[in-house]
């Protein structure tokens, strides 16, 4: 395809400018060609790949939905449905663990200790186990730096010590990998999980499995109807979305962890999660404990 131009000097500046770019243009248009044939042959390829992963993540929702186990790690925040059968697989039998702390000796999170005589030398963690359950701890780890919650002061108050580095994140992996025993151990779910993320968590591992949808609300094709003023939505309480979705509610908790959270300055949030609140009515500030279907549990504790 040569472009026409209007002169008649072939031998001009302008001629042989007008005579390259055209020559370049028609090699471009057919390398464009060729590339196009190339990249639909890498769509159908890629296509037929993404159709096989998707076949074995709905059978691995389908396995985690099923498990209690898996559904108790992904209350954690920033446990994945991957996180929690891994661990689970991992961990095996749970009972086999006498302590949290043997549990992230386990995954090789504890650091070495060499000792001769008087001479004590800790060194890095062990590296011991399951590498890969030990590498999804650290990747689940990496979010705390802008998280709320007592896992997320606790990663912030080591980053403002040792600065952002991996003895930092491999810490706050270790308290995961002890709080997965915990859970495990006791059946309950993560007492201080993000209610919104929690929620949704959950509702999608139950949609990807189940294919079941909401629970409760407006039977199909009837229009829903808002429950609240202004037509907003409420955020369930933690212990809500726990019940709605099978898992147990939570338990008390001790003076002592009350006291602690106190300290920490994580109360607020822990309240924040055990009512049902209003987007709208925090907006105006016109959230209360009256209009909320449940006290916080620390009110509870401490009287």
Not at 31 to 55: H, T, W
Not at 118 to 137: D, E, F, W, Y
């Amino acid at each position: 395809m040569i472009l026409p131009f209007a002169t008649s000097d072939l031998m001009s500046t302008r001629s042989r400018s007008h005579t390259a770019f055209s020559i370049f243009t028609e090699r471009r248009f057919a390398k464009a060609k060729s590339c196009s044939r190339g990249n639909k042959s890498d769509l159908r390829l890629l296509e037929a790949v993404q159709a096989e992963i998707d076949v074995f993540e709905l059978r691995l929702a389908k396995l985690a939905y099923e498990a209690e186990r898996v559904k108790l790690l992904i209350t954690i925040p920033g446990a994945s449905i991957v996180v929690g059968q891994t661990l689970v697989a991992a961990f095996g039998d749970i009972m086999r663990f006498v302590s949290g702390d043997s549990a992230a000796s386990y995954l090789g999170l504890t650091p070495a200790t060499r000792q001769s005589a008087n001479s004590v030398c800790h060194g890095p963690i062990t590296k011991q186990g399951n590498s890969t359950a030990r590498a999804m701890l650290v990747q689940a780890t990496q979010q705390y730096s802008r998280k709320a919650g007592p896992l997320g002061h606790f990663f912030q108050r080591l980053k403002r010590r040792k600065y952002h580095n991996a003895a930092v994140v491999v810490a706050t992996a270790r308290k995961l990998a002890i709080i997965a025993w915990r859970l495990l151990t006791t059946g309950e779910p993560y007492c201080y999980a993000q209610r919104v993320a929690t929620a949704t968590e959950l509702g999608s591992l139950r949609i990807a499995a189940s294919d079941e949808k909401g629970r409760g609300g407006s039977p199909r094709g009837v229009k829903p109807t808002a429950k609240l003023s202004g037509g907003s939505k409420t955020i369930r309480s933690l212990d809500d979305t726990y019940e709605n979705e099978g898992l147990s509610v939570r338990s008390p908790l001790p003076l002592g962890e009350v006291r602690h959270l106190r300290e920490t300055g994580a109360v607020n949030f822990v309240e924040k999660s055990s009512v049902a609140t209003d987007p709208q009515r925090i907006k105006t500030g016109t959230q209360t404990a009256e209009n909320t279907r449940r006290q916080p549990e620390i009110s509870q504790t401490e009287e």
